[in-house]
Nanobody
């Protein structure tokens, strides 16, 4: 069974930083794409950033230059370093992993972690 556990959310003032982590465990043979999404009440979940197993990254325009996604393949972990946080970054952040488990390729979601940016 695959478990996906997020950590690192919290409350910060505008201009502050947070680092989110998402670790997968289980008999995983490969993780292809690792991504972060966010969602606010009444809105659809939106893609914030993703990173492929080859390394290329993609970012939501509004976070470019402020957020950095990275991965540790040995630890099956993806990170999201968030700098210069703004109130509009407030949301529940979810990691999403496209991985191979028991011979099948599926996507898995983390449980979500709240990020609140407020003065």
């Amino acid at each position: 069974q695959v478990q996906v556990v997020e950590s690192g959310g919290g409350s910060v003032q505008p201009g502050g930083s947070l680092r989110l982590s998402c670790a997968a465990s289980g008999s995983i043979s490969a993780i292809y794409v690792m991504g972060w999404y966010r969602q606010t009440p009444g809105k659809q979940r939106e893609l914030v950033a993703f990173i492929t197993n080859a390394g290329p990254t993609t970012y939501l325009d509004s976070v470019k230059g402020r957020f950095t996604i990275s991965r540790d393949n040995a630890q099956n972990t993806v990170y999201l370093q968030m700098n210069s946080l703004q109130p509009e970054d407030t949301a529940v952040y979810y990691c999403n992993l496209d991985l191979q488990y028991n011979g099948r390729r599926n996507t898995y979601w983390g449980q979500g972690t709240q990020v609140t940016v407020s003065s």
